[in-house]
């Protein structure tokens, strides 16, 4: 059974750092492209970060949005077949539920959600001022 498990998520202050995973099982993660998105109340759902090993992240092995983009690190762990997302320097409006989202092919527009294939259930990421 192919499944994606987000966690790591939690409460901090601004200023704070938080390490969200994504656990992948019945697929070889480092195969597909992986991306995070994240769904604040109200807004619509948004491509924070991308990764690929075949440079599937709209030519590119990571990419990331304008809003987090030298404050957010995406990694993997091939033994481990999981996905991180290191978010640093974390702002109220980074407040979201965090999901990942797993594709077999390389993307022309990673940050297109419809894309994907394969979801987590999401993590709650709230962060105060």
């Known amino acids: 059974e192919v499944q994606l498990v987000e966690s790591g998520g939690g409460l901090v202050q601004a200023g704070g750092s938080l390490r969200l995973s994504c656990a992948a099982s019945g697929f070889a993660l480092h195969k597909y492209t992986l991306g995070w998105f994240r769904q604040a109340p109200g807004k619509e759902r948004e491509g924070v970060s991308c990764i690929s090993l075949s440079d599937g992240c709209s030519g590119s092995s990571t990419n990331y949005s304008d809003s987090v983009k030298g404050r957010f690190t995406i990694s993997s762990d091939n033994a481990k077949n999981t996905a991180y997302l290191q978010m640093n320097s974390l702002k109220p409006e980074d407040t979201a539920v965090y999901s990942c989202?797993?594709?077999?092919w390389g993307l022309g527009d990673w940050t297109r959600a419809g894309a994907y294939d394969y979801w987590g259930q999401g993590t709650q990421v709230t962060v105060s001022s």
């Open positions: 989202a797993a594709v077999y």
